[in-house]
């Protein structure tokens, strides 16, 4: 009889998927999945996991679901600090795993919702016996888990040239990139984000993309990791999950078309070259949204530039589609070359 693992574990490993002539897709149904169990584990070997721990985090999204569904396999209680925009359905989704969801209101100066949220999370934590917090933005064992991902695509397609992905807490593309990188130390990789996220030099804002960017700069984003930027609107990435659904039957939510549309433009400029894009989680979560043409005219929302426009200023904000030379370089030292420059 072959060996069969939990929902956990089946929903941890993507499948490889071809997109075109020299581009595949690396397909999720639950990305964060990847780190949330990683983390766990870790922490379970370390003695940081008691019987009666509380596992207490900061999330709008995916990563808060990968925790849900970990603490009710593994029977522990779980509070999940999150504010105003995370979705109705995932929000009883995540109740009906057992989760107990707390909601902050206030924005704070310079760190939005994300600074009020962890410092809630402290808040919790403090009131606790016993408390556990994975910290995703921050927790090591984020980026280290995604060196399963990376053996995954190197023995199913050999050499890989350039990787494309969402950032948001740098754990995915930092971390399959680098293990990449010990075998192809060449590999571009290139980071998809959205208009007013601060993580690659943008001004603080209001972002109907959601999913991908972030108001702080966490610390397991590796800026060195990146050769090329990519900054995306709500509606070029929209469209591109329509159409990764109709031309390829693939069913993933907006960073997915995001990381997508970056990815088939860069495989087209470069047709000698395999590119790999992250697909991070399936599209159940936007039926009522991005999967429905009436929401999406009554938005305005429209597909925008078919290529993006190349900047050499990352806080000059757009309402379409740009993109940097980033050249593996820290936010430091970009916002410094660029002040030498003004």
């Known amino acids: 009889m072959p060996a069969f693992g939990d929902v956990v574990e089946a929903y941890r490993i993507p499948t490889v998927v071809r997109l075109g002539t020299n581009l595949y897709g690396l397909a999720y149904r639950l990305m964060k999945m990847v780190p949330a169990r990683h983390i766990m584990r ?17 999330t709008s999204g995916t990563f808060g679901l990968a925790l849900a569904m970990e603490c009710a396999i593994t029977r522990r209680p779980l509070v999940l600090v999150s504010d105003p925009v995370i979705d109705a359905p995932l929000r009883r989704r995540l109740e009906d795993l057992g989760a107990v969801v707390d909601i902050v ?24 016996p016993s408390a556990f917090c994975p910290e995703q933005y921050s927790n090591p064992a984020n980026p280290e888990s995604y ?9 199913q397609l050999g050499q890989i040239d350039c990787l494309v992905g ?21 590999l571009t990789a290139i980071g998809v ?3 007013r996220s ?26 060195t990791q990146f050769d090329e930027v990519h900054w995306l609107g709500a509606g070029e990435a929209y469209a591109a999950t329509r159409e990764l659904h109709r ?26 070259a395999l590119t790999v894009v992250t697909l991070p989680d399936e599209g159940y979560r936007y039926l009522d949204t991005v999967y429905d043409d009436d929401w999406l005219a009554a938005g305005g929302w ?20 740009s993109r940097m030379a980033w050249g593996r370089r820290t936010l430091a030292e970009v916002a410094g070359e660029l002040a030498g420059v003004g």
């Open 42 to 58: 870790s922490a379970a070997r370390d003695g940081l996991l008691e019987a009666d721990t509380t596992v207490v985090e900061t």
């Open 105 to 128: 209101h206030q924005r704070a100066p310079g760190g939005g919702y994300q600074a009020t949220r962890l410092a809630r999370v402290a808040e919790v934590m403090a009131g606790l």
């Open 147 to 155: 060196a399963l991902v990376a053996e995954l695509l190197s023995t």
């Open 166 to 186: 969402p950032v948001g807490s740098g754990g995915s593309m930092c971390g399959t990139a680098s293990a990449l990188r010990t075998a192809s130390p060449d």
């Open 193 to 195: 984000d959205t208009q």
């Open 198 to 223: 601060v993580l690659f030099g943008q001004p603080d804002g209001h972002r109907m993309l959601r999913g991908l960017g972030n108001s702080l700069v966490p610390a397991n984003l590796d800026h």
């Open 247 to 272: 031309e390829h039957a693939l069913f993933m939510g907006p960073t997915s078309g995001a990381a997508y549309l970056a990815a088939a433009w860069w495989a087209r400029r470069n047709p000698d």
């Open 302 to 321: 429209s597909a925008g530039a078919s290529a993006p426009v190349t900047v050499s200023d990352p806080g000059v904000v757009d309402a379409g589609w």
